[in-house]
T-cell receptor, first 114, second 115 residues
Framework: ELKVEQNPLFLSMQEGKNYTIYCNYSTTSDRLYWYRQDPGKSLESLFVLLSNGAVKQEGRLMASLDTKARLSTLHITAAVHDLSATYFCAVDMIHAGNNRKLIWGLGTSLAVNP | DGGITQSPKYLFRKEGQNVTLSCEQNLNHDAMYWYRQDPGQGLRLIYYSQIVNDFQKGDIAEGYSVSREKKESFPLTVTSAQKNPTAFYLC??????????????FGSGTRLTVV
């Protein structure tokens, strides 16, 4: 089964703290995408990870990809209120031979409190 | 600036009525997609199109129809056969079906409510 699991699904954290969101997926992939969504708004691309060991950073967010473990992490450093949003990972999975399909996680709803 | 424009932002549908959601892009992208988003269920693919005059069903195509007469446009019709259409609808595009290093660009979404 093609599956992407994010955890936690809900995260409440204090400003200034660090935390990691995890994205596990069920089958072979070398392409993983992180998106941010603010309430009632569209999705904004954060990171595109295209190879094993890829690490990308933008401000207080850092994403990494381990294709062997089928795991990506989104690390938040010294959280600020502006990071409050829902974060989605999406995995471009190979299945049934050479077919590819984009599978989305359910999203992690992050609330950063003063 | 290039981007995707969805309209309307809010749409109200009466029972038994068909409604059409507009999606236009000026990014010169070949592939376009329609997703439905419900609370707690993430994004689910309705239809996608790789080239003009060709489109494929996604995971939840029943009760929906699309057309791709122009590269820039990919309208979605929610038909009366869709029994639970209230949701947030997102249109996206990518350079090709293999999204590669750029991923998707999303429109701002249409919130559809049945009244």
């Amino acid at each position: 089964e093609l599956k992407v699991e994010q955890n936690p699904l809900f995260l409440s954290m204090q400003e200034g703290k660090n935390y990691t969101i995890y994205c596990n997926y069920s089958t072979t992939s070398d392409r993983l995408y992180w998106y941010r969504q603010d309430p009632g708004k569209s999705l904004e691309s954060l990171f595109v990870l295209l190879s094993n060991g890829a690490v990308k950073q933008e401000g207080r967010l850092m994403a990494s990809l381990d294709t062997k473990a089928r795991l990506s992490t989104l690390h938040i450093t010294a959280a600020v209120h502006d990071l409050s949003a829902t974060y989605f990972c999406a995995v471009d999975m190979i299945h049934a031979g050479n077919n590819r399909k984009l599978i989305w996680g359910l999203g992690t709803s992050l609330a950063v409190n003063p | 600036d290039g981007g995707i424009t969805q309209s309307p932002k809010y749409l109200f549908r009466k029972e038994g009525q068909n409604v059409t959601l507009s999606c236009e892009q000026n990014l010169n992208h070949d592939a376009m997609y329609w997703y439905r988003q419900d609370p707690g269920q993430g994004l689910r693919l309705i239809y996608y199109s790789q080239i003009v005059n060709d489109f494929q069903k996604g995971d939840i195509a029943e009760g929906y129809s699309v057309s791709r007469e122009k590269k820039e446009s990919f309208p979605l019709t929610v038909t009366s056969a869709q029994k639970n259409p209230t949701a947030f609808y997102l249109c996206a595009s990518s350079i090709g079906l293999r999204m590669g290093r750029y991923g998707y660009t999303f429109g701002s979404g249409t919130r559809l409510t049945v009244v």
